[in-house]
């Protein structure tokens, strides 16, 4: 193995990991020094999509991974109420983490995290892969530039089959996903919308249903921020189709359309045009990014305070949701 190259380890190697170890795999000045899964068929799964050199470690405990395989880096794809620890663990152990959204699953391991990555001095990347997005670094430009003037309204929503896809499953348990649909896909859209606006959600109030599980499957939550923009947000994890996501962004001199990965734009007498693939900025990738961020060749696209800002979110809904009443969040 090159002295050269940052060595990455994995801890959980399910469905996620495999496109992550996959794109690693890829990289030529990077490599896979360890892996670790609890389970042994994801193990196998892992080795096999990744082709994986057999003589590379595998364990069932990511602490003696850690202290194994001494890696500069690790990537978290595990379920969520795990991330906390783990993340804790590998950057104490001298490691940068690229850890799967969402980062953790309540406000105060949020901070204890960003702490953590301050004591440290590691680098903390969150998998928030829209940051990367050609469609959404525009919005994120058009609308911090002020080229349509300030924000007065939004609207999102995201759907997905996730109530009857997730049954009987670990996303479905409270303690292994730490909430529902909200936590889970739901998290790239309340991170996208904070990123995009950079503005801090000051009132909230939301209405949830469960159906006969324990976490929220459906959600419908309004938002003041900080601006003074409204926005509305539902995500909808019970639908007969296929996943999709939708967001409008209302400004004073124009608006943004996302339809299902498309982006339109329009001004006052233009009608909708669509935003052709040259006016877009050039897209990125997330495992390279994470790469380069440790090369020092690029900032924190997707850092610790991201992670922070969506669960603040989140929990101000679940307690909204919870009380019927609208939660002021701390600014
Ligand atoms: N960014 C994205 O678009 C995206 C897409 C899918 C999943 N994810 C995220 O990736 C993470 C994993 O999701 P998934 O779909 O791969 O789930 P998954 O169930 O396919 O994989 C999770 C793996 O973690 C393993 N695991 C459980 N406890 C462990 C432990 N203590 N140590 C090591 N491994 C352990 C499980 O055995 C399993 O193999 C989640 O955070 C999820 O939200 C992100």
Redesign the pocket.
Known sequence: MSENKIRVAF???????RGHGRRIAAQPDAEIVGI????EA?IQGFRETVDLEARTPDFTD?NEMLAAVKPDAVEI????T??FQQIMDSLDAGCHVLT??PMVCTVEHAQKVIAKVKETGKHLMI???RHFSPTYMYCRNVVQSGELGKVHFVTAHQCQNWYRSQKGK?RQNPALSGGGQLN?SGS?LLDILLWILEARPKEVFAMMDYFDTQVDILTAMTIKFDTDALCNISVVGHTAGSMREDVTIWMEKGTLFVRDGKLYREEQGTGMMEVTEKQLPKGGEKDRAFLDLILGKVENAVDASNGLRVIQLTEAAWQSAKTGKTVEVEL
Do not use: F, M, R
Not at 11 to 17: L, M
Not at 77 to 80: E, I, K, R
């Open positions: 801890i959980g190697c399910g469905g996620n990991a670790c899964d609890v389970s994801a990511y794809s595990t379920p969520h795990l991330h799967e959204k998998g928030y892969q670990w889970d790239h």
